[in-house]
């Protein structure tokens, strides 16, 4: 992710080796319209499959089991009546929305034992695929582009019930393609471990191997009488799908056969050396950095009080998660020669660019124009990054900027507008789920941290108005208080952004002459004026470096014109297969490719809020109850295949050579952490749980055998 891709990563404040020769059998994340093309090497490797057992769209295929979950992951269905399965981790959330202190299904898990028992949750949903088509012709270089992009999602969607569409970018610009789902928006959560097994391991064990994490969550799609998406409602009916994997028992052995399917979210496989080096070596351990401190600040109170824990649970994992995600491009960066690599790629396509008069005209300088764009301004980026992830970082502030559209649309006057009342009706309707996870206590915490830290490492000339002259200057510190300490507490105790009462209030009376007056509003608007200034000079920066980079594309697929190129991850449906394999690590390490039940009791420490092994578990394993779902008397927890995936792969299917599940991706591994950015051929890896220890959990353990009866399970 290089600085100017991530200025878009970003939050945004209003409203996850590089490919130069043929592509390896284990390398790439390729779109469906390619597997006519790779459907002999699959074959080679031991696939049964055709291409058309893959992705059709006149038949149903094995794509017709592929969700995108909740636009942030990835699930495959399993059964004839919708029954979806994912990760853990990407079922947190709502797991986490649905738990309470009374019934904490994220601590203790949750087994609907019917139907009417599972819980719907709100505004989580799935899309299929339908269908994608090459709109490259219709949308490039023509003018009027938005408008023919937006006719032909219109049309699409009219294509079937529930149909959403939408025509996204590939290869910088070069192409574009059309993509239409079907959006189903009834999913009810039907089954969960606690977390104790569905994140063991915690944020020690994360991206790392080996792992022995029961990585999974299970939730239902429902729809209407005639099988159509329908908004939540008691009478719907579970969703009969085109096709659902059958389950496999026959584990997995080293170089078998293996692919995915899902919705991998992010890479920037095509970047050059000077912004993967300036993206792996200052801008990530810039945002560790300040998110550690955040981190720190929330475990503080979350390790005193179950409750806080609960409630801050699902955003603290995420941003964990995130952290670590920054240290290991570090780590792996240092420990890898790929962007040696790409210095000499680009010598070599230098070399080429000068050899022809014509080519040394539009790509002769290209290189050294991206060094340049890459290395504009540093200064602005430092300020960007720290805006969004210290000043926008405490749930006050982001709460603020929920109202910031209707505080513009209110102008000076002491009358609020019409439509601003609309805005602010439905505000108040969702006022209980917007402070569900907020706590003032912690929140004031994150705050004054988060502006020491911002205040210590940004210059002054950069800082928000307030801070120099404004209410920040004017509070008085009691004895023993810093000035940011002191800035806080009256931040805390008088902005309605920080009370759900002193905003339930203001809500049922609103004022225009309060909200201008609000402190929280006025640190609100300082930062955004410092935001929109930072944003402005990124803006040009971004269209430069966009249209060298689209030139870019197109240039080295012209110097290699024999060689397939995957395009980059961009939440669209992808296939990637290769092999189970091992992989040897650090000096002397050399790592199995499956891990065992035993690992889990090696690593148990009871009571530990990573390692700890519930009871019941405990007591299966110990007894080696493991009944079908054993190998020679031994139960296999996760394995590692050298499949090429990256976030938002979460959740997808692992599927061998004759469409049978075989396990669930959940992660990838530390020595390759800088895989978005170059596939490490050597030691990249994909660490899924093994299906077999999925389906001993839900019968062994949970006693779900309604679940396990509706599933396919080919022995």
């Known amino acids: 992710m290089n600085t100017v891709f991530l200025r878009k990563a970003l939050p945004i404040i209003f409203g996850a080796l590089f490919l130069f020769s043929p592509a390896k059998a284990d390398e790439g994340m390729w779109l469906p319209l390619y597997l006519k093309q790779l459907e002999g090497k699959m074959q080679q490797m031991g696939s049964k499959l055709t291409a058309d057992d893959i992705y059709n769209v006149n038949k149903a295929s094995i794509k017709d089991a592929i969700v995108s979950f909740g636009g942030f992951c990835t699930g495959e269905i399993v059964s004839s009546k919708g029954l979806v399965f994912t990760n853990h981790h990407c079922g947190y959330d709502a797991i986490a929305e649905l738990s309470t202190t009374q019934n904490n299904w994220l601590r203790d898990g949750f087994w609907a034992a019917s139907h009417d028992k ?26 009027g582009k938005d408008a023919i992009i937006k006719k032909l999602k219109e049309e699409a969607a009219k294509e079937g019930p529930g149909y959403e569409a939408e025509v996204k970018s590939f290869y910088y610009d070069n192409e574009y ?40 969550s299970i939730f239902r ?19 009969t799908p085109k096709h659902s994997l059958p389950i496999s028992l026959k584990g997995v052995q080293k170089g078998d056969f293996s692919f995915i399917m899902g919705f991998p979210g992010r890479t920037q496989r095509y970047l050059t050396s000077d912004a993967v080096r300036k993206t792996v070596f200052t801008d990530y351990p810039m945002m560790a950095n300040v998110m550690e401190k955040k981190l720190n600040v929330q475990k503080s109170f979350m390790d005193k009080d179950e409750a806080i824990k609960l409630q801050l649970a699902s955003d603290y994992a995420s941003f964990a998660n995130t952290w670590k995600y920054f240290l290991g491009n570090v780590y792996a960066a240092k420990t890898s020669d790929f962007i040696e690599k790409k210095e000499q790629f680009e010598k070599e396509f230098t070399a080429w660019a000068n ?25 602005n980026d430092k300020v960007m990054s720290y805006l969004n992830f210290s000043l926008f970082g405490s749930q006050m502030v982001g709460y603020a900027v929920k109202y910031y559209q209707a505080a513009m649309m209110m102008g000076d006057g002491d009358t609020i507008p019409e439509p601003v009342m609309g805005m602010l009706a439905a505000n108040k309707e969702s006022l209980d789920k917007d402070f569900k996870n907020y706590n003032a206590k912690v929140d004031r915490a994150v705050f004054s941290t988060m502006l020491d830290l911002f205040m210590s490492d940004i210059p002054k000339e950069s800082w928000p108005e307030l801070l120099t002259k404004g209410d920040y200057t004017k509070v008085k510190a009691k004895k023993g208080q810093s000035r940011t300490e002191a800035y806080t507490d009256m931040l805390y105790s008088k902005s309605i952004f920080a009370d759900k009462g002193r905003m339930k209030a203001w809500l049922d009376k609103p004022s225009a002459k309060t909200f201008r007056a609000d402190p929280g509003y006025s640190f609100l608007q300082a930062v955004i004026s410092v935001y929109m200034t930072s944003a402005g000079k990124n803006s040009a920066a971004d269209k430069a470096y966009d249209e060298l980079m689209k030139t870019y594309m197109a240039a080295i697929r012209e110097f290699k014109p024999n060689d397939m190129f995957y395009p980059d991850a961009n939440f669209t449906l992808r296939l990637t297969y290769g092999s189970i394999m091992p992989y040897d690590g650090r000096d002397a390490i050399s790592y199995n490719h499956i ?3 035993k690992g889990i009791l090696e690593k148990e420490v009871p009571g530990d809020l990573e390692f700890d092994v519930p009871a019941k578990l405990k007591n299966l394993l110990v007894t080696k109850d493991f009944g079908r779902y054993a190998e020679n008397g031994d139960l296999k927890v996760n394995f590692l295949s050298n499949n090429d995936i990256t976030g938002g792969n979460s959740g997808s299917p692992v599927i061998n050579g004759e469409g049978h599940l075989i396990g669930i991706a959940f992660d990838g591994n530390w020595d390759s952490m800088v895989g978005d950015l170059s596939f490490q051929k050597k030691v990249q890896r994909t660490i899924s749980v093994d299906i077999r220890y999925v389906l001993w959990f839900i019968e062994k353990y949970a006693g779900a055998q309604n679940i396990i009866d509706e599933l396919k399970i080919v022995s």
Do not use: C
């Open 118 to 143: 599972e819980l719907h949750v709100e505004g989580l949903s799935v899309k299929i695929l339908v269908r994608m088509e090459d709109v490259t012709a219709k949308v490039k270089g023509v003018d």
């Open 221 to 239: 799609i429902y729809v209407d009488a005639n099988n159509n998406p329908a908004e939540y409602s008691p009478n719907n009916k579970p969703y």
């Open 355 to 379: 050899a022809d008069e014509s080519r040394k005209a539009k790509y002769g300088n290209l290189v050294a124009d991206m060094k340049k764009a890459v290395e504009a301004d540093p200064a």
């Open 177 to 216: 393609y059309l993509l239409v789902y079907q959006v189903f928006k009834d999913i009810r959560l039907v089954g969960t471990p606690p977390e104790s097994v569905g994140k063991f391991g915690g944020d020690t064990d994360n991206w790392m191997w080996p792992r022995h994490t029961g990585d999974f």
């Open 595 to 597: 891990t065992s039940y």
